[in-house]
């Protein structure tokens, strides 16, 4: 993948009000070290990634996903793939609506980003999973600035290292899209629309 600054690391160290001097100190590595694992030159051990993990309050599976090949295979596919944590506040996100910046998501919930019922929707099941800690599927409708786009949402639970139930993740994929200007020939308006359930 080359090098890439994680921005999603240094959003969420910043959320925490740590310095890359404390976050260095508290893992017990040379600042310098952690600032080049922040800007995407090193890659941590897997120890390493675990006590950022727990230190930041994120899932350690994230380092592996953005090296691994799926990154370069679902750049361009109509999937949406993202980890929250038990409050729903987003942890990671990939390829994310153009309506939203994947940097800008972190730290923060559906809710707060866009309030609308698929957002409200998103909420419900992800709150479903972190209570019953099991997988849950959902088919949502979301109004975005380009048209309404219908998902097969899948959420699951995450744990770390030591079994503790931490967030969880979701996978969202683009079933279709209706342009707004379909909408308006069709003469439905986004409170006409039906959300499905699965």
């Known amino acids: 993948m080359g090098q890439k600054k994680r921005v999603w690391l240094e959003k969420l160290r910043k959320i925490k009000g740590f310095s890359q001097e404390e976050i260095a100190n508290l893992v017990h590595i040379d600042r310098s ?27 350690v599976s994230i380092f592996e996903l953005e090296e691994g090949p799926f990154y370069f295979a679902l750049q361009d596919a109509p999937m949406i793939i993202a980890h929250f944590n038990l409050h729903l506040e987003y942890t990671w996100i990939f390829n994310p609506h153009p309506d ?54 899948s959420c699951h639970p995450l744990f770390n290292a030591k079994g503790e139930l931490i967030g969880g993740s979701s996978a969202s994929t683009e079933l279709s899209k209706m342009e707004k200007t379909a909408l308006s020939d069709s003469n439905h308006s986004s409170e006409n629309l039906t959300l499905m359930k699965e």
Do not use: W
């Open 33 to 59: 070290y952690y600032s080049k694992i922040e800007s995407g030159v090193r890659i941590p051990s897997a120890a390493l990634a675990e006590d950022l993990a727990d230190l930041l309050n994120f899932h």
């Open 100 to 153: 939203f910046d994947a940097v800008s998501v972190i730290g923060m919930n559906d809710v707060a980003l866009k309030d609308n019922p698929g957002t409200r929707q998103l909420m419900e099941l992800k709150r479903e999973v972190i209570a019953e800690c099991k997988p849950l599927r959902k088919t949502i409708l979301f109004p975005r600035s380009d048209g309404f786009y219908t998902y097969d949402v």
